[in-house]
Nanobody
Framework: QVQLVESGGGLVQPGGSLRLSCATSGFTFDYYAIAWFRQAPGKEREGVSCMRGDGWRLYTDSVKGRFTISRDVAKKTVYLQMNSLKPEDTGVYYC??????????????????WGQGTQVTVSS
């Protein structure tokens, strides 16, 4: 069974940092893409970043230069390092697994499996 478990969310001040983790199991880690999404109340779910099985990655424009996606292959874990956080970064962050072609020119909304989410709140 494919499982994705997010952790690392919390309350931070603007300008602060958080590192989210997505622990995965139940599939061949480097055959698939892993993506990070977020959703604020009343807004559409937004793709934040994704990484293909070959390590290629992309980011949505609003987080470029501030967020970094990375992975530990041995631990089958994907991370999202979030720096210089802004109030508009607030939301529930989800990791998701899907086919490699879901992470090409943009982040497809149609990932196959999803974690439960972790809350990130950026506020003074």
């Amino acid at each position: 069974q494919v499982q994705l478990v997010e952790s690392g969310g919390g309350l931070v001040q603007p300008g602060g940092s958080l590192r989210l983790s997505c622990a995965t199991s139940g599939f061949t880690f480097d055959y698939y893409a892993i993506a990070w999404f977020r959703q604020a109340p009343g807004k559409e779910r937004e793709g934040v970043s994704c990484m293909r099985g070959d390590g290629w990655r992309l980011y949505t424009d609003s987080v470029k230069g501030r967020f970094t996606i990375s992975r530990d292959v041995a631990k089958k874990t994907v991370y999202l390092q979030m720096n210089s956080l802004k109030p508009e970064d607030t939301g529930v962050y989800y990791c998701a697994q899907g086919f490699d072609h879901y992470c090409e020119r943009d982040i497809s909304p149609s990932y196959n499996y999803w974690g439960q989410g972790t809350q990130v709140t950026v506020s003074s």
